[in-house]
């Protein structure tokens, strides 16, 4: 199945084996054009057939279970901006794996999942262009850094202050300004300035 493949892939079993979180962090946080040509070899084909069917019906989305929904959240929210690097198409999953983590709150299956993978599970709340989605992903890492146990601890409080941090330039500017331009947006002086100035562009 498709799911078991994405989760495989981008957990490598550190949930269930520690000693193994070190490689997939590696993966997560240091990826390159290696990572990203590896992950449109093997899972780029997924992205427009599930998304044409979870649109079609919204009921699919509630038939998910929670290693299903967490391997959706991951294809179009993390493996979209590796497949898609630096284009529109990046963040065009970005509403999807919003309403597949809207799901599974709304059916307490987050409760099920182990604090590592509840990381990925929050990021479309972090990568979102709206302040109450961000206030929101502030208060969901901020819980999820008081369950997760060491070693995980570190990567988990580690993302509560991006998440954090995408919070404070949302409240800024009211978007990414780094998107910008795949996006076919004008910016204004204040986020040319920002970015000129070293404003974070999070890979994309």
């Not at 892939?9 to 240091?30: D, H």
């Not at 992205?47 to 919204?58: D, G, N, R, T, V």
């Amino acid at each position: 199945m498709a799911y078991t493949d994405i989760n495989s892939f981008w957990f490598q079993g550190c949930e269930t084996n520690p000693e193994m979180l070190p490689q997939a962090a590696k993966r997560w946080f240091s990826g390159g054009e290696q990572l990203d040509a590896m992950i449109r070899e093997r899972f780029a084909h997924l992205f427009e057939p599930l998304a044409a069917k979870m649109e079609q019906s919204s009921e699919l989305i509630s038939a998910f279970g929670a290693a299903e929904s967490l391997a959706m959240i991951v294809l179009f929210d993390q493996f979209s901006r590796n497949c898609f690097r630096k284009s529109a198409k990046a963040f065009s999953f970005d509403a999807l794996a919003l309403q597949m983590l809207d799901s599974m709150e709304a059916r307490g299956l987050q409760e099920s999942l182990h604090p590592i993978q509840r990381v990925f599970l929050y990021m479309p709340l972090q990568h979102a262009e709206s302040l109450s989605r961000q206030t929101q992903g502030v208060a969901a890492f901020e819980q999820l850094s008081n369950l997760a146990e060491a070693p995980y601890r570190k990567i988990v409080e580690g993302s509560f202050n991006y998440a954090i941090e995408h919070k404070a330039i949302v409240e800024r500017f009211g978007r990414f300004p780094h998107r910008n331009d795949v996006l076919g947006r004008a910016s204004t002086e204040a986020e040319v300035e920002y970015l000129n100035s070293g404003g974070k562009r999070y890979g994309q």
